[in-house]
């Protein structure tokens, strides 16, 4: 292998927070220097003592310290390193006369020497294997936190998902059961809608759905994003109104109205749940109103028992009472 150079071990070290333990004064302060040049910080004491007391205040990616030193020696400033953190990375300075100490040092899991007299060379050498493998560790471990965080977003998502499921197969139910009775007990010749509203109600349908979009797409959203959207539906209301045959419904869109311009703060712990609810609401609304200007009275009052539960639903989940509603589904 070429010689390890400077840079090739900065790469490695620029980062890297140093606690070095050192007594010989004038050794401290020459190795300080080449240290200062490598490492992200370099914590510099002269006894085990003080090392130590450092140590519990704060975490170090490296401690490289002497091995005889006043008050307490490199051993036990070791020692009591691994009973604080058994993984810690340390590199022991030791003098050639010190070699009885180092069966010591590798049954406490030093694997790096450094020895007087100091070669700079060698230093950069065991600076460079211990510091890429604490790289390595940092990488590896970021990666499995990352992991961990998407393996717990996509639980949550799973949850999410099942929930609505239930949700959904509890209106598919409901549905079945009760838009025969609907259809037998509606006059279908009082299924129409004036022209020109159904004129404004598609205008507001592309407003509303370009608004829910927006919402569902954003990630800065605020109270007035779904204030907005909930006077659009308020207005959706308004002209339903007028017609007795969709008075339920438009009665269910005016509680959306007023729980969106109410409670938006709701909606946005929620966002991601309703959202898609939301989307496939304003979709069949769509098709509802298509169904109305096209004359196909009974598909359209099929899709109107529909809306009506999708409603319900969405105001449902953005109040919390999702378990509710399930519990209320399942009765039937």
Do not use: C
């Amino acid at each position: 292998m070429n010689a390890i150079t400077t840079d090739m071990t900065m790469n490695f070290t620029k980062e890297l927070d140093l606690l070095y333990v050192e007594d010989d004064l004038e050794l401290q302060e020459e190795t300080k220097s080449f240290f200062d040049l490598l490492f992200h910080s370099v914590t510099v004491v002269s006894n085990g003592v003080d090392a130590l007391a450092i140590y519990k205040k704060r975490a170090f990616d490296l401690v490289i310290s002497d091995t005889k030193m006043p008050k307490m020696d490199g051993i036990e400033l070791t020692t009591k390193i691994r009973e604080i953190n058994q993984f810690q990375n340390i590199i022991i300075i030791s003098a050639y006369n010190e070699t009885a100490d180092l069966l010591k040092y590798i049954n406490l899991n030093i694997r790096q020497f450094i020895q007087k007299p100091i070669d700079f060379e060698k230093i950069l050498e065991s600076l460079y294997t211990t510091a890429k493998s604490i790289v390595n560790e940092k990488m590896i471990e970021e990666y499995r936190a990352s992991l961990e965080e998407s393996n717990k977003e996509l639980t949550e998502k799973n949850k999410e998902l099942n929930s609505l499921v239930r949700i959904l197969d509890s209106k598919i139910s409901q549905i079945a059961k009760t838009t025969t009775t609907e259809l037998i007990e509606t006059d279908i010749s009082e299924a129409t809608i004036a022209q020109e509203h159904l004129e404004e109600l598609k205008e507001l349908e592309i407003d509303i759905d370009g608004a829910a979009v927006l919402i569902g797409l954003s990630k800065n959203l605020n109270i007035s994003n779904i204030q907005v959207l909930g006077d659009m539906f308020e207005e959706y209301s308004r002209i339903l109104i007028e017609y007795d045959t969709y008075t339920e419904l438009a009665s269910e869109i005016h509680i959306l109205a007023a729980t969106l311009s109410d409670e938006p703060q709701n909606f946005l712990e929620r966002v991601e749940e309703t959202t898609i609810l939301l989307e496939s609401f304003i979709y069949v609304l769509r098709l509802w109103r298509e169904k109305v200007l096209q004359k196909e009275y009974e598909k359209a009052l099929e899709l109107h028992v529909s809306m009506i539960n999708d409603v319900q639903t969405i105001i449902g989940i953005v109040n919390g009472t999702q378990d509710e509603i399930e519990t209320e589904m399942e009765f039937f």
